[in-house]
């Protein structure tokens, strides 16, 4: 089992920066990885970026990619999502999700995770 909480959300600027952190505890599987999702108002929940535990390669979201990053941090256990030039757009609720590259599952999917945190709301004001 995996237990992850995220943290360092709240309410910012259009323009501003945020960064996510996401603290997993437990045993982590084989071929572990990190992603983060979002949910914004009225939208389903959405691929966010995602890492590697093996080797740090991430992916980030097409359209979010130059303001987005995804890192981690071995020794903390704790993977972060850095988020820059935000907009009013990006307004959600932000998760972190685990799981392992075995799923066979795509990285981009919700499925492809089995572990969720509780999520934190990122509210981006004018």
């Known amino acids: 089992q995996v237990q992850l909480v995220e943290s360092g959300g709240g309410l910012v600027q259009t323009g501003d920066s945020l960064k996510l952190s996401c603290a997993a505890s437990?045993?982590?599987?084989?071929?572990?990885?990190v992603a983060w999702f979002r949910q914004r108002p009225g939208k389903p929940r959405e691929f966010v970026a995602r890492?590697?535990?093996?080797?740090?390669?991430?992916n980030v979201a097409e359209s979010l990619r130059g303001r987005f990053a995804a890192s981690r941090d071995s020794s903390k256990n704790t993977a972060y999502l850095e988020m820059n030039s935000l907009t009013l757009e990006d307004t959600g609720v932000y998760y972190c999700?685990?799981?392992?590259?075995?799923?066979?599952?795509?990285?981009?999917?919700?499925?492809?995770?089995?572990?969720w945190g509780q999520g934190t709301q990122v509210t981006v004001s004018s």
């Open positions: 999700a685990a799981g392992t590259v075995y799923s066979g599952l795509p990285y981009y999917t919700e499925e492809g995770y089995d572990y």
């Open positions: 437990g045993r982590t599987p084989d071929g572990y990885r």
């Open positions: 890492i590697l535990s093996s080797n740090d390669k991430t």
